[in-house]
Nanobody
């Protein structure tokens, strides 16, 4: 069992930055790939970014590529999502999720591929 807890959300103006954190507890965190998803009101939960167990591999959705950076510190059992040049359409609840890292170049991008989820943190970008 892996427990995940997001933090770092808040209210920011368009063009601003935020850094989200996903703190993990439970099993050895370095065995897991971690992804970030987001869900806007009335919309489905969408994939944002993912990172391999070592941090050497990352994958981003087209909507955030070049603006968001995912990273991790396994010594601190934490994954980060640095968000730059924020837009009002980035407003959503952001969730981190994890699954066992089975290797390979494919990064999971659907909800069903992840086994453990955090409770989410709200990000609001004002225009």
């Amino acid at each position: 069992q892996v427990q995940l807890a997001e933090s770092g959300g808040g209210l920011v103006q368009a063009g601003g930055s935020l850094r989200l954190s996903c703190a993990a507890s439970g099993r050895t965190f370095s065995n897991y790939r971690v992804g970030w998803f987001r869900q806007a009101p009335g919309k489905e939960r969408d994939f944002v970014a993912a990172i391999s167990w070592s941090g050497s591999g990352t994958y981003y959705s087209d909507s955030v590529k070049g603006r968001f950076t995912i990273s991790r510190n396994n010594g601190k059992n934490t994954v980060f999502l640095q968000m730059e040049s924020l837009k009002p359409e980035d407003t959503a609840i952001y969730y981190c999720a994890a699954h066992l890292d089975r290797g390979g170049r494919y990064f999971a991008r659907t909800i069903g591929e992840y086994d453990w989820w955090g409770q989410g943190t709200q990000v609001t970008v004002s225009s």
